[in-house]
């Protein structure tokens, strides 16, 4: 498990400075119009990746909040009451994150 998330970083590392270097080139220089569509390209890029990423930790997120939950009514089912409105609120905050992701998304689309 700790492998993968070491080549998952090291992925996204690698990803994250090659768009940085991308879009550091001026136009002219690189021989390309200055209506390029590697910009454009690139925020698409950006923004299926940025609700790809979201959307798949705070799925995670949300198993992890519910397990505990479950495994805490499982082992005392007198403290459902007690577990029950910190539960919802930790999955509407995980959710709210998400759909910042989202709109986020939505505004580099429009940039294209």
Same mark, same amino acid.
């Given at each position: &498990?700790?492998?993968?998330?070491? $080549?998952?970083?090291?992925?996204? +590392?690698?990803?994250?400075? %090659?768009?940085?270097?991308?879009?550091?080139?001026? @136009? +002219? /220089? /690189?021989?390309?119009?200055?209506?390029?569509?590697? +910009?454009?390209?690139?925020? *698409?890029? /950006?923004?299926?990746?940025? !609700? /790809?990423?979201?959307?798949? +930790?705070?799925? =995670?997120? #949300?198993?992890?909040? &519910?397990? %505990?939950?479950?495994?805490? =009514? *499982?082992?005392? @089912?007198?403290? #459902? #009451?007690?577990?029950?409105? @910190?539960?919802?609120?930790?999955?509407?905050? !995980?959710?709210?994150?998400?759909? $910042?992701?989202?709109?986020?998304?939505?505004?580099? #689309?429009?940039?294209?």
């Amino acid at each position: &498990m700790k492998k993968a998330i070491v $080549y998952l970083l090291f992925a996204l +590392a690698v990803v994250s400075l %090659s768009a940085a270097v991308v879009m550091a080139a001026e @136009p +002219a /220089a /690189a021989g390309v119009a200055s209506d390029s569509g590697s +910009a454009k390209g690139m925020l *698409a890029i /950006a923004s299926g990746l940025a !609700i /790809a990423i979201a959307a798949a +930790a705070g799925a =995670i997120g #949300q198993g992890k909040l &519910m397990s %505990s939950s479950i495994e805490g =009514i *499982a082992r005392n @089912p007198g403290a #459902q #009451q007690k577990l029950f409105i @910190p539960m919802i609120l930790g999955l509407v905050f !995980i959710e709210s994150l998400v759909i $910042y992701s989202l709109v986020i998304a939505f505004f580099l #689309q429009a940039k294209i």
